[in-house]
């Protein structure tokens, strides 16, 4: 759409293969289209730059949850702590396991009751855990916990942006088309045949099939290949072969023993 615009706003518009209402349609809407688009390859991009980030900040909020359960269990093995100090984690009184940190949501959810937990448990006289601190497991959740939010609103962004692109595309399709309708009718030969190149001028891209590939290929071989010298005649083939017979005849005679003989 563009080229084909470009093309027939900088050349003689009285040459413009586009009809005039075809060429009003893709003045309004490839500005809006071209725009659509371009925010959206920004906001994707930028989805992309900071995912790695985030991902980052999610590997270190679980690493630091899953110590301090670690850590916590340790306490209870050595007996400083009592079993029962689990619940007020809502972790189950009498299992050491860790719980499933896969997805993010479990992240989430482990690193509030961790928090909560302990300052639970400090409120009621106990002693606070170290290697790691809950400080240290808050301040690494929370910054885990804004990139996740952050995150999700570029998700949005970006999927707002693809919606947007989304119901453009089928008024811009069925602009393509009567604008590719109408080149092709213009520049149509008297053989019924469209002039490809000069359609190309205007954005039309022809994808040729293997059969005019082979054609064009075998078409190029033929022109670039140097002309047949033409046979000579055979009245002309047949003395040239007889002028060479006699010429070996006679260098045999003068060479055979009894010639020689006779010359001595």
């Known amino acids: 759409m563009e080229k084909a615009l470009r093309k027939c706003l900088t050349d003689n518009p009285a040459n413009c293969p586009i009809s005039e209402a075809s060429l009003v349609s893709l003045q309004v809407l490839l500005p809006k289209f071209q725009h659509a688009i371009i925010n959206l390859d920004a906001a994707r991009r930028n ?29 209870i093995a050595r007996g400083e702590l009592k079993p029962d100090v689990r619940e007020f984690y809502s972790l189950p009184a009498n299992r050491e396991s860790l719980p499933q940190l896969i997805s993010e949501k479990n992240i989430l959810d482990w690193g509030k ?3 909560e937990g302990e300052q639970k ?7 606070p855990i170290y290697n790691p601190s809950i400080a240290l497991v808050k301040v690494n959740f929370e ?11 570029l998700i ?12 453009m595309r089928p008024e811009a399709d069925m602009l393509i088309l009567q604008v590719w309708d109408e080149i092709e009718k213009y520049f149509m030969q008297d053989d019924g045949i469209t002039d490809r190149e000069k359609a190309g001028e205007y954005g039309i891209v022809y994808i040729y099939r293997r059969r005019e590939i082979l054609e064009k290929e075998k078409q190029k071989a033929i022109e670039s290949k140097p002309a047949i010298q033409k046979e000579e005649p055979k009245k002309y083939v047949y003395e040239k072969e007889t002028e060479a017979l006699n010429h ?9 023993p009894f010639q020689s003989t006779i010359n001595f």
């Open 156 to 167: 949005a962004i970006s999927n707002r942006g693809s919606k947007l692109v989304d119901s």
């Open 121 to 127: 448990r400090l409120q009621r006289g106990g002693s």
């Open 47 to 75: 989805q992309v730059q900071k995912n790695k980030d985030h991902i980052e900040l999610l590997k270190k909020a679980k690493l630091y949850i899953s110590h301090f359960i670690q850590v916590l269990n340790f306490s």
């Open 143 to 153: 910054k885990f916990a804004d990139s996740y939010t952050f995150q999700k609103n």
């Open 113 to 115: 009751k961790l928090i």
């Open 248 to 256: 070996r005849y006679s260098i045999s005679m003068l060479h055979t």
